[in-house]
């Protein structure tokens, strides 16, 4: 089954440290999402890709957060420098537009726990 | 801009009982798609259903079923004879259409618990 792989599932780190999550889309879709779950804020959309040019990313902190798509195969997630509000649980999605509809497809997640 | 709103936190179902879970959202959109996913404690998200704005028709799959209303802006989802399995967070999604921003956007969930 093709699925959207996220590395790393899980992430301890310590404040002020630099956090990268890594996420490979479906092959031949070519929109990404990345999402941030907490318990307070629910699903919070950070960023947005479409065909590897960013649309959206009015919801992530631009001093500390950074997404890009260096090629079709691989978007990243960059904390820099992380903090303990950032513990989350991390989301990639994919998806791409078919005759049948538009359908998400969403990682497995990284959890993130930042001390 | 769009927003979705699930305003039922929390509900319980008896096994083998119906539940509706209820999702309003607002756009100015007239094109768009409806989703339904299933977050269990693993926090996997799990596509349950999918609606385009365009069709009338209701969309089921299985035990899933959604009540799509369009000019009141509501899309629940009715889950008939339920099981152990379909405790978890459901979220109702709304998403653009691609030609226009295509952004996802999600409610704050619904958490179901289903006893047995």
């Known amino acids: 089954d093709a699925r959207v792989t996220q590395t790393p599932r899980h992430k301890v780190t310590e404040m002020g440290q630099e956090v990268t999550m890594r996420c490979q889309p479906i092959l031949g879709h070519n929109t990404v999402f990345w999402y941030r779950q907490t318990m307070m804020q629910g699903l919070e959309l950070l960023a947005y890709?479409?065909?590897?040019?960013?649309?959206?990313d009015s919801g992530m902190p631009k001093d500390r957060f950074s997404a890009e798509m260096p090629d079709a195969t691989l978007a990243t997630l960059k904390i820099q420098p992380s903090e303990p509000r950032d513990s989350a649980v991390y989301f990639c999605?994919?998806?791409?537009?078919?005759?049948?509809?538009?359908?998400?497809?969403f990682g497995e997640g990284s959890w993130l726990t930042v001390v | 801009a769009q927003t979705v709103t699930q305003s039922q936190p929390e509900m319980s179902v008896q096994e083998a009982e119906t539940v509706t879970l209820s999702c309003t959202y607002d756009t100015s959109e007239s094109d768009y798609y409806l989703f339904w996913y299933k977050q269990p404690p693993s926090r996997q998200m799990i596509l349950v259903i999918r609606?385009?704005?365009?069709?009338?028709q209701n969309a089921t799959e299985n035990r899933f079923s959604v009540n799509f209303q369009k000019a009141a802006k509501s899309f629940s989802l009715k889950i008939s004879d339920s099981q152990l399995g379909d405790a978890a967070m459901y979220f109702c999604a709304y998403r653009s259409p691609p030609y226009n921003t295509g952004k996802l956007i999600f409610g704050q969930g619904t958490t179901l618990q289903v006893k047995p």
């Open positions: 999605a994919s998806g791409r537009r078919t005759a049948t509809g538009n359908t998400i497809y």
């Open positions: 609606q385009e704005a365009y069709k009338q």
């Open positions: 890709f479409r065909n590897r040019a960013p649309l959206d």
